[in-house]
C-alpha cells in the first residue's frame, strides 16, 4: 500500500457517551525503544489504550501506558512504570466495566500488579518457595492469564 492511498482522518460519533473515534486510520506510537510487549485494554472508557514494554539489554526497563488523544489523533503517555528485566508479558484486567479496578499485570522476573487510577505498583507476587527475589537464580515468569473469575 503506497502512502497515497493510506486513508485520511475522519471521525464517528459512537453509540456510547458521545466519544467521537477514528475509524479507518492508521496512528502511530514510536517508542523511545524496541517493543517487547503489547497489550490492549478492554475498558469501555479507556478503547484505545494499549501498554507497551521496552526491550533495554539492561536491569531498567520500562512499561508505557499510551492512550489516543482524541483532539490531535495521536497517541500519548498516560503512565510510564519502572520495570527490572523486559517485561515478557502484560496484560490490563479483562473486565470492560468502569466500576472494576483499572489494573495492569505484567510478567518478568516476578508477576507485577499496578493500580493505573493511583499510577503505583500494587504487589509483587514471588513463587512460595521464595521469600526473596534473587535475580542471579530465579527463573522468569515468561506468561500468564489474568482473568475476572
Same mark, same amino acid.
Given at each position: 500500500?503506497?502512502?497515497?492511498?493510506?486513508?485520511? #482522518?475522519?471521525?464517528?460519533?459512537?453509540?456510547?457517551? %458521545?466519544?467521537?473515534?477514528? +475509524?479507518?486510520?492508521?496512528?502511530?506510537? /514510536?517508542?523511545?525503544? /524496541?517493543?517487547? !510487549?503489547? &497489550?490492549? =485494554?478492554?475498558?469501555?472508557?479507556?478503547?484505545?489504550?494499549?501498554? $507497551?514494554? @521496552?526491550?533495554?539489554?539492561?536491569?531498567?526497563?520500562?512499561?508505557?501506558?499510551? @492512550?489516543?488523544?482524541?483532539?490531535? !489523533?495521536?497517541? #500519548?503517555?498516560?503512565?510510564?512504570?519502572?520495570?527490572?528485566?523486559? $517485561?515478557?508479558? =502484560?496484560?490490563?484486567?479483562? /473486565?470492560?466495566?468502569? !466500576?472494576?479496578?483499572?489494573?495492569?499485570?505484567?510478567?518478568?522476573?516476578?508477576?507485577?500488579?499496578?493500580?493505573?487510577? +493511583? +499510577? &503505583?505498583?500494587?504487589?509483587?507476587?514471588?513463587?512460595? /518457595?521464595?521469600?526473596?527475589?534473587?535475580?542471579?537464580?530465579? +527463573?522468569?515468569? @515468561?506468561?500468564?492469564?489474568? %482473568?475476572?473469575?
Amino acid at each position: 500500500m503506497s502512502q497515497d492511498s493510506l486513508p485520511s #482522518t475522519s471521525f464517528t460519533k459512537s453509540n456510547n457517551n %458521545n466519544k467521537k473515534f477514528p +475509524s479507518k486510520d492508521i496512528i502511530t506510537y /514510536d517508542a523511545p525503544w /524496541d517493543i517487547y !510487549s503489547i &497489550s490492549w =485494554s478492554e475498558r469501555e472508557d479507556q478503547p484505545f489504550r494499549l501498554a $507497551c514494554g @521496552s526491550f533495554l539489554e539492561q536491569y531498567e526497563n520500562k512499561i508505557h501506558v499510551i @492512550s489516543l488523544n482524541d483532539d490531535s !489523533s495521536t497517541f #500519548t503517555v498516560s503512565s510510564i512504570f519502572d520495570h527490572p528485566y523486559p $517485561c515478557t508479558k =502484560s496484560m490490563f484486567f479483562p /473486565d470492560k466495566s468502569i !466500576s472494576a479496578s483499572d489494573l495492569l499485570a505484567t510478567s518478568g522476573d516476578v508477576l507485577r500488579l499496578y493500580d493505573l487510577s +493511583s +499510577s &503505583s505498583l500494587v504487589s509483587s507476587f514471588v513463587d512460595d /518457595d521464595e521469600e526473596e527475589v534473587s535475580h542471579s537464580s530465579s +527463573s522468569p515468569f @515468561s506468561s500468564f492469564v489474568f %482473568n475476572s473469575i
